[in-house]
């Protein structure tokens, strides 16, 4: 937990700079930060334990995005991703909601789904009936797979059953209801579904295939929603012209398909950060936006004075126990830097950081489009390659723009001209 994520200043710092005021702030000690601060310290007999034929490793940027105020508590997160602009884009959103207090977000718990296919059942709807009679025996049964879930207070809670019309004639559909705690769940309900299985081909007389879990975590909902301050977006013009980009959104599934594109950008660079299954939160989402029809998994409308309140709702099936988040050193270190307690509040978070991507994403598109941004990043980080620190960051890269020479050379003459002075 940090006291103040706002960092001012914060990109213009060298990289060696900015790892020590991470440290500095959050108090961490170094040894557990290094192997983010140095991938080259990594112990490889991890990473040789985690898939298989490993023959090495792949890294990738992590920044930190700043600004994000979450249920009135201050967060420093970490993303980890290849595309420029995206942590700068969210730091900036972040910031346009401070003065309205933060982001709000809520979220239903950590309740996932699992399903056990039924073929070639008899009489479909008279075996519905009979797995749901046994439904108390069942949820014993699945319980019993993981006292340890039980113990933290998860485990089985409810089962549904549903026959379904195929191409290949009805099925019989059971679907587990988990609370999975702080586990993003799939092994708890793989095994729990794979435990029923005798008991469902007993009872339904049928033939049971797939028992797996649905990443259609549409019982693991966040929603978060922040006032985005008109002035800060760039007056009113710039509010209205973001309602009419999500508009847009909501009204064509080729724009919709990028709309959703940008929330994920935030989202799967924290969701990779802190170790957890991105293609799992990409499934989930766009699962979830297509339930109704392909739409937007956020909504913008105008506060009574002027305001943007953006808000989101998205499937959210991240965990803190288990798989690479507790393995990965780097993924222990950003879900410290973090300094969350629980998966759920992991959740409110990562929604929070796609909100705000969605946000700036649809600032930067109805106002003067998102190269410029993307230009003027470019050049500072250019600036900084060349050796320029502090406030010759932006000169030099102010210069550079002017200039439309954006090359690490001419950076460099500039800066010898400047430092002449
Ligand atoms: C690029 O990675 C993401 C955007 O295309 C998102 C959007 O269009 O809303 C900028």
């Known amino acids: ?113 699992g399903q056990i296919q039924a073929v070639e059942v008899p009489e479909p709807f008279a075996a519905k009936d009979q797995i749901l009679e046994a439904k108390a025996d069942l949820i014993a049964l699945a319980n019993e797979q993981d006292p340890i879930l039980v113990r933290f207070g998860g485990g089985a809670r409810d089962l549904r059953v549903k026959v379904i019309d195929t191409k290949v004639g009805p099925m019989v559909i059971t679907e587990l209801i988990v609370d999975t705690r702080d586990a993003m769940g799939a092994n708890a309900v793989n095994t729990m579904a794979e435990a029923l299985a005798p008991r469902i081909e007993t009872i339904s007389g049928g033939k049971v295939l797939l028992r797996i879990l649905s990443n259609l975590a549409d019982l ?27 508009a847009f959104a909501e009204a064509d599934p080729y724009r919709c398909s990028t709309h959703n594109k940008g929330i994920m950008n935030g989202i799967d660079a924290v969701v990779i950060a802190t170790g957890n299954d991105f ?83 649809l600032r930067a598109l109805a106002s003067e489009g998102i190269q410029k941004g993307h230009m003027s990043l470019h050049a500072r980080n250019v600036a900084a390659t060349a050796g320029a620190r502090g406030e010759l960051v932006d000169k030099v890269a102010e210069q550079l723009i002017k200039e439309k020479m954006v090359k690490v050379e001419r950076a460099k003459e500039i800066l010898a001209e400047l430092k002449k002075k």
Request: overall charge negative.
């Open 1 to 113: 937990m940090v006291e103040d994520s706002r960092i001012p200043g914060f990109y213009k710092l060298t990289r060696e700079e900015r790892a020590k005021k991470i440290q500095e702030v959050t108090g961490i000690p170094e040894d557990e930060l290094k192997p983010l601060f140095d991938p080259g310290s990594m112990d490889m007999e991890v990473l040789d334990h985690m898939i298989e034929n490993v023959i090495g490793s792949m890294t990738m940027p992590l920044g930190i995005a700043t600004n994000f105020r979450i249920n009135e508590k201050d967060y420093l997160i970490p993303m980890a991703l290849e595309e420029p602009s995206v942590v700068a884009a969210a730091s900036n959103a972040a910031r346009m909601t401070r003065t309205h207090g933060g982001f709000t977000a809520e979220d239903t718990g950590p309740v996932m789904i």
């Open 220 to 246: 693991r909902v966040v929603s978060s929603s922040a006032v985005f301050d008109k002035e800060l977006l760039g007056g009113e013009e710039v509010v209205d012209g973001i309602i009419s980009a999500w």
């Open 279 to 361: 293609r799992a939160i990409e499934a989930g989402a766009h699962s979830y936006a297509a339930v109704d029809g392909y739409s937007s998994l956020t909504k913008y409308e105008k506060s009574k004075d002027g305001h943007l309140i953006g808000s989101i709702e998205i499937p959210m099936a991240v965990g803190l126990v288990g798989g690479a988040t507790k393995v990965h050193p780097v993924a222990r270190a950003c879900v410290k830097i973090l300094g969350v307690e629980t998966a759920t509040e992991l959740g409110r978070i990562i929604a929070s950081v796609g909100l705000a991507q969605n946000l700036a994403a």
